[in-house]
């Protein structure tokens, strides 16, 4: 698991390789398995592995998502604000952030490559993708990921330096 977490790098080129039904399913449940607040889980998840809405998502989020055509998955987030908590509804955005970090490392540990394209809260791009599939006004789109087998020179030998000593602090600021 510590691996898993410590070597998660963007990746933003792939290979032609498919990613089958299992392998998605397995990404998703892993997205639907992160804690969420008072345990509303109020996401729901947009399947694209078809290359033309692919390619329409990229153009929706912008210039930073164009690797996304490439893809041969991408998964959009949604907040479901009818399911989120009453009293404290911005939660939905932790939650979902939490569900696409769980689905990146899910990606991770089956062998795939992935990149985070944001989205909420630029509200062009929720607009866009709002509008490309025609959700209605409860559903927000919160982020989309880009999923491949990797195919990145840069990324695979990108060191990571991971470890920042002076962002932490014991028992006082
Ligand atoms: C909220 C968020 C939004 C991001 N948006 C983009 C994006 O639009 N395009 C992109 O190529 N990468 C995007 N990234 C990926 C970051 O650039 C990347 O995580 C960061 O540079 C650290 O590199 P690493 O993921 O390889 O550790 C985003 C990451 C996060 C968490």
């Known amino acids: 698991m510590l691996n898993t977490i410590y070597e998660r ?16 399913e397995k990404i998703l449940k892993a997205g639907m398995s992160g804690p969420t607040a008072v345990n509303a889980r109020p996401w729901c998840f947009i399947v694209l ?18 690797c996304l055509k490439q893809a041969k998955l991408g998964i959009l987030i949604c907040g479901d604000l009818q399911r989120a908590f009453s009293r404290a509804p911005e939660y939905w955005v932790v939650d979902c952030a939490i569900a696409g970090q ?9 062998g795939l490559g992935s990149v985070w394209l944001g989205t909420w809260p630029q509200m062009d791009k929720v607009e866009r993708q709002r509008e490309l599939f025609n959700l209605p006004e409860t559903i927000v789109p919160h982020s989309l990921i880009a999923f491949g087998y990797p195919d990145d020179e840069v990324s695979a030998n990108k060191e990571k330096n991971i470890w920042e000593e002076d962002r932490v602090h014991y028992n006082k600021w």
């Open 9 to 24: 790098k963007s990746v933003r080129k792939y290979t032609d390789q498919k990613i089958d039904a299992e392998t998605i």
């Open 49 to 66: 592995n078809e290359q033309e809405m692919l390619e329409k998502s990229a153009d929706a989020n912008g210039r930073a998502a164009q």
């Open 102 to 110: 769980n689905m990146v490392l899910a990606a991770q540990s089956l």
